[in-house]
């Protein structure tokens, strides 16, 4: 047996070995003996409220690091501080309506449990749950805590409350961020709806804003509504030779933001795109690469990738790293090059990443894409490198219509 592999994987990836273990509500011992593959040299604690499951997982255990114990306050607490907690579907309460969940078993009741349970972590532990009937989000004990995103836990999981939680302390929200976006007059009404749910996400809320506009003649006047909200700097942003409106405004998010930035950082957020919950969309991880988004997995117009592709040949010499025997027929309009990618509706970007990527543009990017090239880039330079999550999971919407962007922020 070997279960939940994808999260145990990732999480001995990200927390080592030699960790004191405690699996909250273990049931019968396999996830204890499955936990033992990905972490092989610690000390893992099963607890059970049911006698009879930790019965059935002794006589099982043949490996002296696995303790079954009855979960009770005694024995949980002497084998802690625990670097890790699990706790895989134990609090829930299986088909209930909402109503009758909230009798049966308050969101206050579940808050408690939490509580004493996180009371158990080692300053710098984790807790990692799965299956959970309430939100974790909801509770203010959450509040105390940072959300890491695990990309094959979060893959299978449908509910949104499958998380990998560590102590907010210890994981300080990084500060040399700027949050960069692009205006246009006929983005203007959406910006209004969708800015102030920017300050929704606590690791958003305080961080300086740089809006790149077109078409006002004086943004800080006319826009000075906007800075209710943030710390908002306006920067003119035009370029000759770019025809579309559209193009000009997605280069400022390399060419501009590589001139005007001041942290190392950026945290790209288009002006149609809003919030829905305060839980975080960037864990410290993500700040080890220079460019993170949500995950896509085409591009469209595929010629895009020809021309990067052309464009990159010149400049530096060097092969195509594209195969182009992928059944595409390039000559269709709306024709796709199916690869992994990142869409950047809200994405994280180093600035150091984007100084070196403009520095090799003439003043227009070699496709009109913000996203595609900088994917491209971090793709093909060698030290570089590009990361995509589920963001729209973790919060994030994007609607160009109005009226849908309106319904689903505050319908
Ligand atoms: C669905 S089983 C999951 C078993 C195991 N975590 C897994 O995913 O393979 C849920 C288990 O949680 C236990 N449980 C429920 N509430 C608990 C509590 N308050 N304290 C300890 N165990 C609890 C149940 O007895 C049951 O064995």
């Known amino acids: 047996m070997d279960r939940y592999p994808d999260l145990f994987k990732e999480c001995a990836n990200k927390f080592g070995d030699n960790l004191n273990i405690l699996s909250f509500g273990c049931g019968y011992g396999e996830e204890c003996f499955s936990l033992r593959k990905y972490f092989p ?34 024995n949980i607490i002497s084998s802690s501080p625990y670097n890790i907690i699990f706790a895989l579907n134990v609090f829930k309460r299986l088909r209930l309506s909402r109503d009758e969940l909230n009798k049966a078993y308050p969101l206050d009741v579940f808050e408690n ?22 939100n974790f989000d909801d509770t ?19 509910s949104p409350n499958d998380s990998v939680y560590v102590n907010r302390d210890k994981y300080q929200p990084r500060r040399d961020v700027t949050i960069i976006s692009a205006l246009t007059p006929s983005y203007e009404k959406k910006l209004r709806l969708t800015i102030p749910t920017w300050k929704m996400k606590p690791q958003f809320s305080d961080l300086p804003v740089l809006i790149f506009t077109n078409g006002y003649d004086n ?18 942003w035009d370029m000759d030779g770019v025809d579309s409106i559209r193009d000009k405004m997605l280069s400022s998010f ?53 021309d990067l592709e052309n464009w990159y040949k010149e400049k530096f010499g060097k092969e195509n790293i594209f195969s182009y025997k992928q059944n595409v027929d390039f000559e269709k309009k709306r024709a796709i090059f199916p690869c992994k990618r990142l869409a950047s509706f809200v994405c994280l970007q180093s600035t150091d990443f984007l100084k070196e990527i403009s520095s090799y543009v003439d003043g227009k990017l070699p496709c009109p894409s913000h996203d595609t090239f900088a994917w491209y880039m971090a793709k093909r330079l060698e030290h570089r490198s590009w990361g995509r999550k589920n963001i729209k999971k973790l919060g994030a919407v994007n609607r160009s219509n109005y009226k849908k962007l309106n319904s689903v922020l505050y319908g």
């Open 41 to 74: 040299n610690s000390k893992i604690v099963g607890a059970d409220i049911s006698r009879k499951a930790i019965d059935i997982a002794k006589k099982k255990n043949k490996d002296d690091h696995i303790v079954f114990v009855e979960s009770n306050l005694e």
């Open 219 to 236: 943004p800080d006047k006319q826009l000075s509504y906007l800075k209710k909200y943030f710390d908002i700097k306006f920067v003119k």
């Open 113 to 134: 449990q939490l509580k004493e349970l996180v009371g158990f972590l080692k300053d710098d532990g984790a807790l990692v749950m799965k299956g959970t009937s309430h």
């Open 140 to 158: 203010e004990i959450s509040k105390k805590f940072y959300c890491l995103h695990f990309d094959g836990y979060r893959r299978n999981s449908k």
């Open 254 to 306: 390399i060419l501009g933001a590589s001139k005007h930035l001041k942290t190392d950082f950026s945290v790209k957020i288009d002006a149609d795109t809003g919030f829905i919950n305060s839980r975080d969309i960037f864990d410290p991880s993500d700040f080890d690469y220079d460019i993170v988004g949500h995950r896509w997995g085409y591009t469209r117009p595929a010629s895009w990738i020809i």
